[in-house]
């Protein structure tokens, strides 16, 4: 069998709203969360509490997936305002010299 080989360059990732979409699905986790804890019994007869706690799981690694995105985001503007900030002739520093 032929070893597999790109025939063109992967384009560059599409940056988007990324804090306000990861901010939105946590809200949405812990909203259906919220909605689902009266019915909490109903889903014990039922052997389905997974659902609930489901939902509560989704918001918590929501709220990590906020805090990794906000820092990435606030990473990303310090390097464009680095590179903006650098001369257009100067080279940039090579490791080891």
Same mark, same amino acid.
């Given at each position: 069998?032929?070893?597999?080989?790109?025939?063109?360059?992967? !384009?560059? #990732?599409?940056?988007? #709203?990324? @804090?306000?979409?990861?901010? =939105?699905?946590?809200?949405? &986790?812990?909203?259906?969360?919220?909605?689902? @804890? #009266?019915?909490?019994? &109903?889903? =014990? /007869?039922? /052997?389905?509490?997974? &659902?609930? &706690?489901?939902?509560?799981a989704? *918001? =918590?690694? =929501?709220?990590?997936?906020?805090?990794?995105?906000?820092k990435? /985001? $606030?990473?990303?503007?310090?390097? *464009?305002? $680095?590179? *903006?900030?650098e001369?257009?002739?100067? !080279?940039? *520093?090579?490791?080891?010299?």
């Open positions: 069998m032929a070893k597999w080989t790109p025939k063109h360059e992967a !384009p560059e #990732p599409l940056e988007g #709203p990324v @804090v306000a979409t990861i901010t =939105g699905g946590t809200i949405l &986790w812990f909203v259906l969360f919220l909605v689902q @804890v #009266p019915f909490y019994g &109903w889903f =014990g /007869d039922r /052997d389905l509490t997974w &659902w609930v &706690w489901t939902c509560l989704g *918001a =918590g690694l =929501g709220l990590i997936g906020i805090w990794y995105v906000r990435r /985001d $606030a990473a990303l503007k310090r390097h *464009a305002a $680095a590179q *903006a900030a001369p257009a002739g100067t !080279p940039e *520093a090579r490791p080891g010299s």
